[in-house]
Antibody
Framework: QVQLQESGPGLVKPSETLSLTCSVS????????WTWIRQPAGKGLEWIGR???????RYNPSLHSRVTMSVDVFNKQVSLRLTSVTAADTAIYYC???????????????WGQGTLVTVSS | ETVLTQSPATLSLSPGESATLSCRAS??????LAWYQQKPGQPPRLLIY???NRATGIPARFSGSGSGTDFTLTISSLEPEDSAVYYC??????????FGGGTKVEIK
């Protein structure tokens, strides 16, 4: 059974870089798409972007200039970097796997439990 | 960007009743729409994809329908554990992939 676990600093200062890692267990990271989604407290879901195991990426245009995703197939980890953060970036950050590896890769199942990142000085 | 508008914002029903949740897209998404359930403190869980396909392990009381711009999630015979926020999501017009604002289902 595949499991995803997000990790990283819970507190980031304004203007600095948010860095998170999603560790995958129970399955190979290869041949799947991996997505980051965030959710401000009490609010809805925002798609940040996705990366294929080959390294191919697609980002949300609203965040494109600040986002970088990477994948480490050997260590079964997917990473997210978001630069120049502000309070508006405070949210729970989730990683999720695409349901499948073809037409269905933009449906998300399973998800990690999420990690709360607060941007504050 | 395709905007998804969900209604109503909140639905309060009794166990055994049926819930009808709506998701309207600002432009056609064909049948490329999914529904997720999110309980407090938990990540979302995929219920329905491609408008009407139930995900693995999802009870048959959850069903989806619709195409184009209007979609419905129906929960028949509500159970207490169905209390949650439900989100729709489209994959037709991206990036970005977009989600609706959610409908909260309360069980009386």
């Amino acid at each position: 059974q595949v499991q995803l676990q997000e990790s990283g600093p819970g507190l980031v200062k304004p203007s600095e870089t948010l860095s998170l890692t999603c560790s995958v267990s129970g399955a190979s990271i290869s041949d799947y798409y991996w997505t980051w989604i965030r959710q401000p407290a009490g609010k809805g879901l925002e798609w940040i972007g996705r990366i294929y195991s080959s390294g191919d990426t697609r980002y949300n245009p609203s965040l494109h200039s600040r986002v970088t995703m990477s994948v480490d197939v050997f260590n079964k980890q997917v990473s997210l970097r978001l630069t120049s953060v502000t309070a508006a970036d405070t949210a729970i950050y989730y990683c999720a796997r695409g349901l499948g590896s073809t037409w269905d890769h933009n449906w998300f199942d399973p998800w990690g439990q999420g990690t709360l990142v607060t941007v504050s000085s | 960007e395709t905007v998804l508008t969900q209604s109503p914002a909140t639905l309060s029903l009794s166990p055994g009743e049926s819930a009808t949740l709506s998701c309207r897209a600002s432009q056609s998404v064909d049948r490329y729409l999914a529904w997720y359930q999110q309980k407090p403190g938990q990540p979302p869980r995929l219920l329905i994809y491609e408008a009407s396909n139930r995900a693995t392990g999802i009870p048959a009381r959850f069903s989806g329908s619709g195409s184009g711009t209007d979609f419905t999630l129906t929960i028949s015979s509500l159970e207490p554990e169905d209390s949650a926020v439900y989100y729709c999501q489209q994959r037709r017009n991206w990036p970005p992939l977009t989600f609706g604002g959610g409908t909260k289902v309360e069980i009386k």
